[in-house]
């Protein structure tokens, strides 16, 4: 009495982040005029604070697929929670096993920019539980270290 074989249909799934899909519209959002003084840091999309009008073109420099960058690195605005995306992917996936800030920021660095960058990083390495875990057990504890007593005795 034998069993009849069962039957496997075999699946394909396409798994894919449409990251420069996402980039693309947050810096449509960014560029609008009501979004313009948020991010315009330090004169990077805009020439003159009078005028918002006057878009500067020359410190972002814009790719073929319509993002811009700044010395050859993504820009990325705050529009769409792509900061959080980029530091997740970078962070807690099985392959980048939870580096230390300044790793992911060396990481993060070469393809992406955006302001007050390496505090965020650092930010949110710090709020992770895991490495919390981790480096509580490898480090020495935190806090003040006590002074050993000093010896009395006459000095000639």
Do not use: F
């Amino acid at each position: 009495e034998r069993e009849p074989p069962l039957r496997v249909r075999a699946l394909v799934m396409t798994i894919s982040l449409d990251l420069p899909k996402q980039i693309l519209n947050a810096h449509t959002e960014a560029r609008k005029q009501k979004n313009i003084k948020k991010e315009d840091v330090g004169g990077m999309l805009v020439k003159n604070a009078k005028n918002p009008e006057a878009i500067r073109e020359k410190k972002l420099e814009p790719r073929t697929d319509g993002t811009q960058c700044l010395n050859g690195r993504s820009w990325l605005p705050c529009y769409g929670d792509l900061q959080t995306v980029i530091m997740y992917e970078s962070h807690k996936l099985k392959y980048s096993i939870h580096p230390s800030s300044e790793k992911m920021y060396q990481d993060i660095k070469k393809l992406y920019w955006w302001p007050n960058m390496k505090a965020d990083i650092a930010t949110y390495v710090s709020k992770c539980l895991t490495c919390a875990k981790v480096k509580a057990k490898h480090q020495r504890p935190s806090g003040l270290l006590v002074q050993s007593k000093i010896p009395e005795w006459k000095w000639d």
